[in-house]
């Protein structure tokens, strides 16, 4: 079709027979570090080492890579924009081939940084799916990856890359890691280790995997949970300052931090509603009304109750 847009792909075809695992970057186009991170992996495996099928998707949204913003032109979040339409907007087409794409793989990993406005605890995570095999799939996948954070969260939220991939029942994961709209070397090295970790789970790769350090395991059924731009807005449009730091433990009532006028006049004082780590934080300071500043998870919620 002349309209539809065609996702720039790597397809490396294993000499075995085996699974084909999709993995993309750029869904949001200034989150950086899995775009290098992809391009690694196209360069580092060949045929012959492969059992199956590899995709590599180094920038989804080249709409938006080239805006060096989030979002296309058309400011609709690709990921509340799936399964998107053939002859939409750009996000929406763009939306149409991602998960068109999604839907032909057996396994699927999509990564993420909280791009230019914030960053994100390191973390791997997934839908609680209500398939029990599925969701067994996706936490060994996650904890495959082995980022020290591992977030399952309510099956519910419709229009993203894993929302696709949850309603054809294609086991998926998706990956944060930090955030600023830089590129660290860090980032991208974790990004290319839990891929080929999770490869190596699969038995798409043979490789060594030393048994991963998890931190914290939170699953989290409330239906929102897993909707990072709801959590803790700002009471006001203005400046925010942060009084905690990425990964500390806060009590219910804490402070998170403050938005402030520009003559400081008018402060609002914003605290934590829960105990939890501060999972993700705001880094732009100046805000507007409603944007989430923090999100904070309770890291003490037993799993499964
Ligand atoms: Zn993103």
């Known amino acids: 079709m002349a309209n539809s847009v065609e996702l720039q792909k790597i397809v490396i075809e294993g000499a075995a027979a085996g699974p084909h695992l999709l993995i993309t970057g750029g869904v949001h186009g200034d989150e950086y570090e899995p775009m290098p991170a992809i391009r690694r992996l196209?360069?580092?495996?060949?045929?012959?080492?492969?059992?199956?099928?590899?995709?590599?998707?180094?920038?989804?949204?080249?709409?938006?890579?080239?805006?060096?913003?989030?979002?296309?032109?058309?400011?609709?979040?690709?990921?509340?924009?799936?399964?998107?339409?053939?002859?939409?907007s750009i996000t929406e087409?763009?939306?149409?081939s991602l998960s068109e794409l999604i839907e032909t793989a057996d396994y699927y990993i999509d990564l993420h940084t909280g791009g230019q406005i914030c960053q994100v605890l390191p973390f791997s995570g997934y839908a609680l799916h209500a398939d029990a095999k599925i969701l067994e799939?996706?936490?060994?996948?996650?904890?495959?990856?082995?980022?020290?954070?591992?977030?399952?969260?309510?099956a519910g939220l419709k229009g993203r890359s894993l929302s696709v991939a949850h309603d054809a029942g294609i086991p998926a994961i998706y990956a944060e890691y930090l955030g600023n709209g830089v590129c660290s070397e860090a980032g991208v090295r974790a990004y290319t280790e839990g891929c080929l970790n999770v490869m190596s789970m699969l038995g798409i790769i043979?490789?060594?995997?030393?048994?991963?350090?998890?931190e914290y395991v939170v699953e989290d059924e409330r239906p929102n949970a897993g909707h990072m731009q709801l959590h803790n807005p700002a009471p006001i449009a203005g400046f925010f300052e942060p009084a905690v730091t990425l990964?500390?433990?806060?009590?219910?009532?804490?402070?998170?931090?403050?938005?402030?006028?520009?003559?400081?006049?008018?402060?609002?004082?914003?605290?934590?509603?829960?105990?939890?780590?501060?999972?993700?934080?705001?880094?732009?300071?100046?805000?507007e009304e409603g944007d989430s500043l923090a999100v904070i998870v309770?890291?003490?919620?037993?799993?499964?109750?």
């Not at 799939?137 to 309510?154: D, K, N, Y």
């Not at 043979?206 to 998890?214: A, F, G, N, V």
């Not at 004082?269 to 300071?285: A, C, E, H, K, M």
């Open 42 to 88: 196209a360069a580092e495996l060949g045929a012959d080492q492969v059992s199956g099928r590899l995709t590599l998707v180094p920038v989804v949204n080249e709409a938006a890579y080239a805006l060096k913003q989030r979002c296309a032109a058309d400011d609709l979040d690709l990921a509340r924009t799936c399964p998107g339409k053939v002859d939409g």
């Open 93 to 96: 087409r763009t939306a149409h």
């Open 137 to 154: 799939v996706q936490r060994q996948m996650a904890r495959a990856f082995s980022l020290p954070f591992i977030w399952g969260t309510a």
């Open 206 to 214: 043979d490789r060594l995997h030393l048994d991963p350090y998890i």
């Open 247 to 287: 990964g500390q433990l806060l009590r219910e009532g804490a402070e998170l931090g403050t938005v402030s006028d520009v003559t400081g006049s008018d402060v609002r004082q914003v605290t934590s509603p829960d105990n939890g780590i501060v999972l993700t934080l705001r880094t732009r300071p100046r805000v």
């Open 298 to 305: 309770d890291v003490e919620r037993p799993l499964n109750g």
